[in-house]
């Protein structure tokens, strides 16, 4: 059974512009989350999408937008980047609500 | 509104030795358990999990964690490391409401040789 996957691994894009990030959860995994890792803030939670619906939102503005496919793909998209946004932005899928998140490899994001 | 405390942000031990991570978490209603380990460069692996039951847990790689509700807290246990246990533990919380995870701020373990 294939794991969480997200793309790219790596970006650097310049301030201002926006970027649109991917997770491909596990096969029939109807719960995705992001969460934003950096070494001063830890892991925040940015949003959960579950059956396409946004179920939960972190304490992100709203630059931070997030949608869920039929086939249950997420993409979460960062618009007038700043500095500040770089991190390791991090994608789990759950099968259910409350057992374990399965996470990716995450999409490094540099901001220069 | 719920938080999670890892007590240690470092913690060097000994090839072999036991050790013991810390974290305590604050909730008015209640939580589900989890550690997760993170190594350089990738996402976060499941350890173990408390959802309900026995409070004594046991996870992959010879980890296990203690469900305390009087004392809110969960902490991890192995009782000899491997240099392959270096990395990074992060202990979480979620509620009933969804799959939302609060993590604590993460505790370094280092295993010297």
């Known amino acids: 059974k294939a794991g969480v996957t997200q793309t790219p691994r790596y970006l650097i894009k310049t301030r201002g512009q926006q970027v649109t990030l991917s997770c491909s959860p596990i096969?029939?995994?109807?719960?995705v989350s992001w969460y934003q890792q950096t070494p001063g803030q830890g892991l925040q939670f940015l949003f959960e999408?579950?059956?396409?619906?946004?179920?939960n939102k972190g304490n992100f503005p709203g630059r931070f937008s997030g949608r869920q496919f039929s086939n249950s793909r997420s993409e979460m998209n960062v618009s007038t980047l700043e500095l500040g946004d770089s991190a390791l932005y991090l994608c789990?899928?759950?099968?259910?609500?409350?057992?374990?998140?399965?996470f990716g490899q995450g999409t490094r994001l540099t901001v220069v | 509104a719920q938080s999670v405390t890892q007590l240690d942000s470092q913690v060097p031990v000994f090839e072999e030795a036991p050790v013991e991570l810390r974290c305590n978490y604050s909730s008015s209603v209640s939580v589900y358990l989890f550690w997760y380990v993170q190594y350089p460069n990738q996402g976060l692996q499941l350890l173990l999990k408390?959802?309900?039951?026995?409070?004594l847990v046991k996870g992959i790689n010879g980890f296990e964690a203690e469900f305390n509700k009087s004392q809110t807290s969960f902490h991890l246990r192995k009782p000899s490391v491997h240099i392959s246990d270096t990395a990074e533990y992060f202990c979480a919380v979620t509620l009933n409401t969804g799959n939302q995870f609060y993590f604590g701020t993460g505790t370094s373990l280092t295993v010297i040789p």
């Open positions: 408390y959802l309900s039951g026995s409070t």
């Open positions: 999408y579950f059956s396409e619906t946004q179920r």
């Open positions: 789990a899928s759950s099968q259910l609500t409350n057992t374990e998140a399965f």
């Open positions: 096969s029939g995994h109807r719960s």
